[in-house]
């Protein structure tokens, strides 16, 4: 069973940057759209980065010109750049296939600090 594993979260302060990995222990990584979630407390999962095959990507508007997703299909992959980062964007991070959705990993616990 395809595993996704999230890490290079931790406890930042506003205007910090962090990136974020997402490995994928098959290799459906390269074979399918991938995003990033995040789970702000209190609210439901939302996707605010996701990259396409032929590496097109497409934000939400709150991270748009701050976040950079980025995918490695030979290391099985993808990377979510996160600069000047802000309170608001506390959260757990998920990564996950939008082609073929697999079950949710543990995520990754970004922290901004005003």
């Known amino acids: 069973q395809v595993q996704l594993v999230e890490s290079g979260g931790g406890l930042i302060q506003a205007g910090g940057s962090l990136r974020l990995s997402c490995a994928a222990s098959?290799?459906?990584?390269?074979?399918?759209?991938m995003g990033w979630y995040r789970q702000a407390p209190g609210k439901q999962r939302e996707l605010v980065a996701r990259?396409?095959?032929?590496?097109?990507?497409s934000y939400t508007d709150a991270v748009k010109g701050r976040f950079t997703i980025s995918r490695d299909n030979a290391k099985n992959t993808v990377y979510l750049q996160m600069n000047d980062l802000k309170p608001e964007d506390t959260g757990v991070y998920h990564c996950?296939?939008?082609?073929?959705?697999?079950?949710w990993g543990q995520g990754t616990q970004v922290t901004v600090s005003s």
């Open positions: 990259i396409s095959l032929e590496d097109r990507e």
């Open positions: 098959g290799t459906i990584l390269s074979k399918s759209v």
């Open positions: 996950n296939s939008l082609t073929w959705p697999l079950g």
